[in-house]
């Protein structure tokens, strides 16, 4: 899914467990659900050039960072003194557990990594060419394929309110991290317009 989407569920997330949350535990989470997105500056060392089949969008990855903070709160272990480091721990672990499950719904993920890097999941259908020479190309064809989805856009409406209405229900306090979903949505639907008249392989 979009960066925005990753956005808006990280808000809903925070916002319904606020009350146990510091405000940058808040912002930690919603900031860790975009940013896992930006292993796409590494696809050039993935399979086929996709970043969904790195180690980073793997299950195997976060379900060992959320052991390691179990780890680290069972006994008491603390480095430079952090002695809350396992809650950051445990937090990266599901926030990335998470995404990478999200991200099963569109073009599915490496779910078997290390042990297989072919992908599965998505409902949205690959491209029979993906030639890395055709990069823009390549790129429009996701991205019009996403937004052309119906699925896709009930998805994206349905975190999109989740996250505004959770903001409003639970706390309005933190009504600026609404700013996070707008602006990657903006940045999508920027992409997607530069994208509307692009040749694309069906």
């Not at 290390?114 to 690959?126: A, D, E, M, Q, Y």
Request: proline share 2%.
């Amino acid at each position: 899914m979009h960066m925005n989407v990753h956005a808006a569920i990280g808000i809903l997330i925070s916002m319904v467990f606020s009350s146990y949350l510091s405000d940058f535990e808040i912002l930690f989470i919603i900031v860790v659900m975009i940013i896992i997105d930006f292993d796409f500056l590494l696809s050039k060392f993935a399979k086929n050039h996709n970043h969904r089949r790195l180690p980073t969008h793997t299950f195997f990855l976060y379900g060992i960072f959320t052991i390691v903070g179990i780890i680290l709160f069972i006994f008491r272990i603390s480095i430079f003194n952090f002695t809350d480091l396992w809650r950051y721990f445990i937090l990266l672990g599901i926030c990335g557990l998470i995404h990478v499950g999200t991200d099963l719904i569109d073009w599915g993920i490496s779910l078997f990594y290390p042990f297989s890097p072919n992908l599965i999941g998505g409902i949205l259908k690959t491209p029979d060419v993906t030639d890395e020479e055709k990069d823009e190309v390549g790129r429009c064809y996701f991205i019009n394929k996403y937004y052309r989805s119906n699925i896709i856009k009930v998805l994206e409406l349905t975190f999109g309110i989740s996250a505004l209405l959770s903001i409003i229900l639970i706390n309005i306090n933190y009504f600026y991290v609404i700013l996070i979903y707008f602006g990657t949505l903006t940045l999508h639907l920027i992409q997607f317009y530069s994208c509307s008249k692009e040749k694309d392989y069906n």
